[in-house]
């Protein structure tokens, strides 16, 4: 197959074809033989026969005596049978049955007449009266033991091979070998095991600007953490992965790094370089080297992923983003690792739920979309994460995958759709879904509510206050943060409940005072001390979204002033938290921002009071009485909530918890 530059392809037909190139190639698994006691969770690559019969002697399976059954045939309540000691033996639990016998009584049934409790197992001096218990065990001492019922022969024996017997087959080819099957192949007399052996990933980080981990990066400098994600799903598939030292963008470099890979791994990836970048050379590596079967996947993120191989072994470039990577190994590695271990994942489990907020994609591609999940009245409610290929916190957060075929523009909010669970429906159910506006304090309710309640969690999705609003409108959260002002009253949220909401049911709670103003570099270098400031000239301004209650304060505070927001550069560049607002200052990204005086504490930087906001939690009606919503308001109320919040700074807590309005 020729080699096209950045190609579009469709992702089943690459998957397929891919994996049929190698193959063709004589790519196969390889074996090893192991001890058994190192083999848990491996995969057989030959069938396992017994080598002995288990158990491998007449065992007996009670403490108790063991004698000749025929001896006790005959015996009933009317004509009981006399046994003279001579007549059996002590055994206990797992001892061999000792010649002559047949049959075990369990010890429970034999009673020592001198106490009336159960006889020790070795004989000892007893009166000479005697007593009869219900298992028809008489015991004297000069007639030993008499006996109201006959005993079946073999009974209370594990005979030879009543478990395994030799040459049987504990486990057929390719399978898992689990922990009971451990214990089968060892009491079958098997001490090592022939098993699939996991094929060594080589992972090669490329790129000027990547460097080890550290916690102080210089400017410019990525932290090369991809093979820290790759190495821990490559365990879970079954594969083992070397992480190569990182290399230069130089053409050179990397395919001296990729032929020692190749010489000692039986997979090989590139990270980086696999687009068309002045320093991207990944794929004319791979060309130097093997054979790239194609370059560019029709998905989003992870287009720019190369196909190849060399001889047998496969030779992948993968994009340098993470998420890209991550979807690029679980779609098209994850398949040939199955085939090399001859493994097949569990079916992913696909839910019918909501989507509560539109989802535009590309006729181009097949995209997957992160999702945040939860039940709200019985309904599985759906809202999209930060969609960027970089954005490695929204897998980490994600409850699910929404995946949007290729040829399909999206999904309108309201839709249906199937969505591929990340995680237990049953903690889905015991998530508290909030939408609306952001504030740190949530992640610290998140944290307490853990500690305190383990089995709830939050499921928060940043929207702004106006979009929290709607989604309690619409049944789609259980709760909604909120901070909304009224310009004409000074009154916040009342007014646009009534406005937005007029027909639900719903309750206000009172949750903090906070302190918003704006956020400025440390020291503030520009002089900024009011909104008017924005204006001059070289401040750089980084705005909240629309629809939030921080943007709608800011929008306020420009018409009050008579401020022309044409003339603030960045009104318009938006981010959707008040901590990346502060971060974004912090890294001299940018001079101010309008924000809660916690995230400037958080960064270490200055700031300029302007208001004291009531930001308050909505909640439904119907989701009032839930026992998790009640838990989140008794956290709340809590000394331990307030202590966060004093850590956090620039809060008030006046009557955390109260209702403020109910309709």
């Given at each position: ?7 579009n392809?469709?992702?089943?037909k690459?998957?397929?074809?891919y ?17 058994v ?32 059954a025929k ?10 049978v ?13 001892d ?31 009166g ?11 015991t ?11 005993v ?44 699939i ?35 821990a ?47 991207d ?18 998905i ?36 040939i690792?199955e ?19 539109s989802?535009?994609s ?25 969609r ?27 839709t ?44 928060s999705s ?27 009253t ?14 639900k ?27 008017a ?5 070289g ?5 909240r ?32 938290t ?69 850590i ?16």
């Amino acid at each position: 197959m020729g080699f096209i530059y950045l190609t579009n392809i469709q992702l089943d037909k690459a998957r397929e074809e891919y994996l049929k190139a190698l193959i063709a190639r004589g790519m196969q698994s390889q074996e090893e033989v192991i001890p058994v006691t190192d083999a848990s969770n491996r995969i057989t690559s030959k069938a396992i026969y017994a080598r002995i019969c288990a158990p491998h002697y007449n065992a007996c399976a009670m403490d108790g005596i063991a004698l000749d059954a025929k001896i006790t045939f005959g015996a009933s309540e009317t004509t009981p049978v006399t046994l003279r000691p001579e007549q059996y033996k002590y055994v206990d639990t797992g001892d061999p049955l000792p010649e002559g016998c047949d049959a075990v009584v369990m010890i429970e049934d034999v009673i020592d007449s001198t106490n009336e409790l159960p006889h020790h197992p070795k004989p000892r001096n007893r009166g000479s009266r005697t007593f009869r218990n219900d298992g028809g065990i008489e015991t004297t001492q000069e007639n030993g033991v008499k006996l109201y019922e006959a005993v079946a022969p073999w009974q209370h024996i594990r005979q030879i091979g009543e478990d395994i017997c030799a040459g049987e087959m504990i486990l057929p080819s390719y399978s898992n070998i689990n922990p009971a099957a451990l214990g089968a192949m060892i009491a079958s007399g098997v001490t090592e095991v022939s098993v699939i052996k996991r094929p060594t990933v080589g992972f090669i980080p490329t790129g000027d600007e990547i460097v080890p981990p550290t916690s102080e990066p210089g400017e410019g400098e990525i932290l090369e953490f991809n093979s820290v994600i790759y190495t821990a799903m490559l365990n879970e598939m079954g594969a083992m992965m070397k992480t190569y030292p990182i290399v230069k963008d130089n053409a050179k470099q990397i395919c001296a790094a990729t032929r020692t890979a190749l010489s000692e791994c039986d997979i090989v990836l590139i990270g980086a370089g696999s687009s068309a970048g002045r320093e991207d050379h990944t794929a004319s590596v791979i060309a130097e080297i093997g054979k790239i079967v194609y370059h560019g996947i029709a998905i989003k993120p992870g287009k720019p992923a190369i196909l190849g191989h060399c001889g047998v072994k496969p030779l992948m470039g993968l994009p340098g983003y993470p998420v890209s990577g991550i979807i690029v190994i679980e779609q098209l590695l994850r398949p040939i690792i199955e085939c090399l271990t001859h493994t097949t994942k569990q079916p992913d489990k696909l839910v019918e739920a909501t989507l509560s907020k539109s989802v535009v994609s590309t006729l181009k591609y097949h995209e997957f979309v992160r999702v945040k999940m939860g039940y709200v009245n019985d309904e599985l409610i759906v809202s999209p994460l930060g969609r960027g290929s970089g954005i490695v916190t929204s897998f980490m957060r994600a409850d699910g995958i929404l995946e949007v075929p290729q040829g399909v523009e999206g999904y309108e909010s309201g839709t249906r759709v199937n969505v591929r669970l990340l995680k237990n429906e049953e903690e889905l159910r015991q998530s508290l879904v909030i939408i609306g506006s952001h504030d740190p304090l949530i992640d610290e309710l998140s944290d307490l509510m853990r500690i305190k309640y383990g089995d709830i969690s939050i499921s928060s999705s940043h929207v702004g206050s106006m979009g929290g609003l709607l989604a309690i409108k619409k049944g789609e959260a259980h709760i909604a943060g909120t901070h909304l002002l009224d310009e004409k009253t000074g009154e916040y949220n009342t007014s646009f409940i009534r406005k937005l909401i007029p027909d639900k049911k719903v309750k206000l709670i009172e949750c903090v005072k906070r302190k918003q103003g704006l956020i400025l570099a440390k020291e503030n270098p520009k002089k900024i001390t009011c909104a008017a400031d924005l204006t001059q000239e070289g401040v750089r301004f980084v705005n909240r979204q629309k629809g939030s209650g921080t943007r709608i304060l800011m929008d306020y505070l420009c018409r009050k002033d008579a401020l022309d927001t044409s003339k603030i550069y960045g009104y318009d560049r938006e981010e959707f938290t008040h901590t990346s607002v502060a971060a974004l200052i912090a890294a001299n990204s940018a001079d101010a921002g309008l924000g809660v005086y916690s995230a400037a504490k958080m960064y270490g930087l200055d700031f300029v009071h302007i208001c004291d906001e009531q930001f308050d939690l909505l909640v439904s009606d119907d989701a009032w009485a839930l026992p998790m919503v009640q838990k989140l308001i008794e956290v709340l109320k809590s000394d331990e909530f307030r202590k966060r919040l004093e850590i956090l700074g620039g809060y008030i807590l006046d009557k955390p918890g109260v209702v403020r309005k109910g309709n």
